[in-house]
């Protein structure tokens, strides 16, 4: 599984980016695709998810801002960034999981106060 992710920059605290990723390679329909992000000094961490089916999860400090969506026909997923802060600052990278968990590149996203 191939992941290729575009949309990221930089960005006033208060402003909106979206980010897109295509999956590609051995694809199931059923899967979870979503986003991580890797902050300043910290871990990487799950931002948004959503399945197949369309259930999604969010964390807590995106909750409201963020918005994940996707084409199951385009395995495409999305992730709209809204009200983004400075602490969302991070690279950001496209996951998608079915059995094993794949992560594309990182895309950088920076938010200047």
């Known amino acids: 599984v191939q992941l290729q992710a575009s949309g990221g920059g930089l960005v006033q605290a208060g402003g909106s980016l979206r980010l897109s990723c295509e999956a590609s390679g051995s694809i199931f329909s059923t899967n979870v695709m979503g986003w991580y992000r890797q902050l300043p000094g910290k871990q990487r961490d799950s931002v948004a998810l959503i399945t197949s089916g369309g259930s999604t999860n969010y964390a807590e400090s995106v909750k409201g801002r963020f918005t994940v969506s996707r084409d199951n026909a385009k395995n495409v997923v999305y992730l709209q960034m809204n009200s983004l802060r400075p602490e969302d600052t991070g690279v950001y990278y496209c996951?998608?999981?079915?059995?094993?968990?794949?992560w594309g590149k990182g895309t950088q996203v920076t938010v200047s106060s």
């Open positions: 996951y998608y999981h079915m059995g094993q968990s794949y």
